[in-house]
């Protein structure tokens, strides 16, 4: 009986259901936003396999099979910034999980001049990233800066030259966009947090949980969804970042900064359009390769808490 | 919490945002008073001569007043482009949500290749260059529509769908064809992600170096970002008049910040993080 009263509306309804589904959700809603981005963005990708693969004038294109990839590969220079990407994702990405979800706790809690607080760490995301690399390059200059002034009236030694040494550079750029970044990945956190019911604080609170319990047993795995949500934007961002390295070092000193989006800078600026698009390809490969299996992974864990 | 532990932890908290977040703001604004020489020593001092607003016109009158152009420039680019990216995205992730059809799997693919996969730049150039929209503001708008997009509709769609189905019956059942439900209903009820929206791709569009540099290249259409790189080389040393330019630009986005501050969170909290 039961079923079958719910079996007969179920075969007449979805025809009428589909009617005037069509008709209220047209299908050409698809069409301006899908133009835009298949014409400009899908095109330009499939295309890159192909001129990947030629040396390239933007007029011609003469087909050199693997020449650029194997250029790509031998060259200290280039392969040095597969490394520097590579670093650079994960040094910027996992700084902001650990940072982003201390600050957003702190934020959370029932704490004076959390509004302003919460203003202030939001700051730096409003600075364009070559303002921010400009104003770094100033504040850690070697000699004048005020990092090192502040670091010799400490230590009574000379400050490190921050973007200036080899061996700093890459990771002094990832710690200034640490600085710009953080921001963001703690509004993510707030509001992550701010979506957890109260209901669970106040039962452990009942149990006698203390702050460490209830930031081990509740916040950490129910803002789950916030740090896969941060993880794969700032691995994104930083596999791909090219504004904040270029205002800062452009690559250097010598090739020790430079990251795969600056390498495909610096060879389309020098008129090597087959060269970059390589580079292009090599990223694409390199981020998908890390980000898309890592998402899977991310979102398979959270449907199973 | 203890009355002490909120104290404690909110002094804390106040030292720590005071010197990693706010002495750096405080340097950018004191440099930008001071006067060449005296911003040349890159000390963190008050000004001994306030010169903020000579520096101010200074740096909008360099270069034959190419900051102006700039701003037009980038305010054109921001609002355009954004409007765009809400309308476009909007359409297309309340069909998405709607709308059972064979596409569904193929869209949700592109949106995420469009989150994961970087632009290739020279091969979108080609593109740009075949359709006569390289070099000018109208292509750079729909460049940023483009790379745009698959985030507005991810944050949209998670928002549409806790809009219930029985608002749209009800605009269908008064006679609303498509359009008039779209627009009239369901886009005036997205307005707290269309707030987060705008403000996350504002910033992001405005604050975009990358972009501008690679498809509308030329002084003549510089945005706001580009100015700042121009600035660097021309006044090797006036650091006052770079500081300056920091500030000027950084404002807008500053003003905007300060106006939709909590809307930003509820909407990231509706859409973002839940779906």
Redesign the interface.
């Given at each position: 009986m039961h079923s079958e009263a719910t079996a007969r509306p179920k075969t007449a309804a979805p025809r009428a259901v589909a009617r005037?589904?069509?008709?209220?959700?047209?299908?050409w809603?698809?069409i301006?936003?899908?133009l835009?981005?298949v014409?400009?963005?899908?095109?330009?990708?499939l295309?890159?396999f192909y001129?990947a693969f030629t040396r390239?004038t933007?007029f011609d294109s003469t087909f050199v099979g693997f020449d650029n990839f194997i250029q790509f590969f031998a060259e200290p220079g280039l392969i040095g910034s597969l490394k520097n990407t590579l670093v650079y994702g994960v040094v910027t990405s996992a700084s902001k999980v650990v940072l982003g979800m201390l600050l957003a706790v702190?934020?959370s809690?029932?704490?004076?001049?959390?509004g302003?607080?919460r203003?202030?760490?939001?700051?730096?995301?409003?600075?364009?990233?070559?303002?921010v690399g400009?104003?770094?390059q100033?504040?850690l200059?070697p000699f004048?800066?005020?990092v090192n002034?502040v670091w010799t009236a400490i230590t009574g030694a000379d400050g490190p030259g921050w973007l200036t040494n080899p061996d700093l550079a890459l990771l002094s750029v990832a710690a200034i966009d640490v600085?710009k970044g953080v921001g963001l990945a703690t509004?993510?956190y707030?509001?992550?947090i701010?979506?957890i019911p109260n209901e669970y604080f106040e039962a452990a609170r009942v149990d006698g949980a203390g702050?460490w319990q209830q930031f081990r047993s509740i916040i950490l795995p129910l803002s789950f969804?916030?740090t896969s949500?941060v993880i794969?934007l700032s691995l994104?961002g930083g596999?791909?970042s090219?504004?904040l390295i270029?205002?800062t070092t452009q690559g250097g000193p010598g090739f020790s900064s430079d990251v795969i989006?600056s390498v495909?800078?610096k060879q389309?600026q020098a008129g090597f359009?087959g060269l970059?698009?390589a580079g292009?390809?090599i990223?694409?490969l390199v981020?998908?390769a890390i980000?898309?299996p890592l998402?899977r992974w991310l979102n398979s864990k959270e449907t199973s808490l | 919490m203890r009355k002490s532990a909120r104290w404690g932890i909110g002094i804390g908290g106040i030292l720590f945002t005071t010197v990693f977040f706010l002495v750096p703001f405080a340097f950018i604004f004191t440099m930008s008073a001071k006067t060449g020489p005296e911003a040349a020593r890159l000390q963190f001092s008050w000004p001994t001569e306030f010169v903020l607003w000579e520096n101010i016109v200074a740096v909008f009158q360099a270069r034959n007043y190419m900051l102006i152009v700039a701003f037009i420039n980038s305010f054109t680019l921001t609002v355009f482009s954004v409007a765009l990216m809400v309308v476009f995205g909007a359409m297309v992730a309340y069909v998405l949500d709607r709308r059972k059809s064979r596409l569904n799997g193929l869209i949700n693919a592109a949106i995420l290749a469009g989150l994961i996969v970087p632009p290739a730049v020279v091969p979108t150039i080609w593109v740009m260059q075949s359709l006569g929209i390289f070099k000018t503001l109208f292509g750079l708008i729909l460049i940023e529509v483009a790379f745009g997009l698959s985030f507005t509709i991810l944050v949209m769609r998670a928002f549409i769908a806790t809009i219930p189905r029985e608002i749209d019956e009800a605009a269908i059942v008064d006679g609303a064809g498509p359009l008039r439900l779209f627009f009239r209903v369901i886009l005036p009820l997205l307005k707290p992600t269309i707030v987060t929206i705008v403000v996350v791709q504002s910033i992001f569009v405005f604050n975009d170096f990358q972009n501008p540099l690679y498809f509308l290249p030329g002084d003549a259409n510089a945005t706001v970002q580009l100015t700042l790189f121009n600035f660097q080389s021309q006044f090797v040393t006036s650091y006052n008049l770079l500081f300056t330019n920091i500030l000027v630009i950084t404002i807008p986005m500053l003003v905007m910040y300060l106006i939709f501050q909590r809307q930003i969170v509820s909407g990231m909290t509706a859409g973002a993080v839940k779906g």
């Open positions: 005037h589904v069509e008709r209220s959700y047209p299908l809603f698809y301006p936003g899908g835009v981005y014409v400009l963005f899908i095109v330009p990708t295309l890159s001129f390239w933007l702190l934020l809690g029932p704490i004076i001049a959390r302003y607080l203003s202030v760490t939001f700051f730096p995301v409003l600075v364009s990233a070559v303002g400009l104003t770094f100033v504040l200059d004048n800066g005020v002034q600085w509004l993510i707030i509001a992550g701010a979506a702050a969804p916030a949500t794969l994104i596999l791909r090219f504004d270029w205002s989006a495909i800078y389309y359009y970059s698009t292009n390809v990223l694409f981020v998908t980000v898309y998402s | -």
